[in-house]
């Protein structure tokens, strides 16, 4: 049976009729058309698909949407107000943070919840904290630059 759920995202109130195994990512993805929030593993070990429900960041290959009802989802779609960046954004084209850029919807997010979190002090710490969200292309050191770079300035 399809079950009514609520959720707001990106400040957007949205009803939909979710079967309860559906997860957040495919919610987001092919209910939604939010196609910004990328699938790498669909198993919790990439970080690709993460997202904030409720300002945590989660990944939402591993969350069940309708698990969640009433809650606040910010996508990497949410970021920007209007033609303006959020500052880890622009960052993250300053310091050159992707190559790809598969990863880096993933990175985005999780790295403002890192912000948020109080864990981007350092470039060991930032690391350290950013460990669930894997690059392929190897652009960590951009990556780290950008977090810590929108940290200062945020
Ligand atoms: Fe969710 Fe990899 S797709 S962690
Ligand atoms: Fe290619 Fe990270 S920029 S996987």
Redesign the pocket.
Known sequence: ALERVRLIVNGEARELELDPRQSLLDVLRETLDLTGTKKGCNQGACGACTILLNGRRVVSCLTLAAMHDGAEITTIEGLAKGEELHPLQAAFIQHEG???????PGQIMSGVGCIAEGHAGSPEEIQFWMSGNI???G?YPGIVAAIADAAERT
Request: hydrophobic share 20%; glycine share 10%; net charge positive.
């Open positions: 992707l190559q790809c850029g598969y990863c880096t690059c392929r292309c652009a």
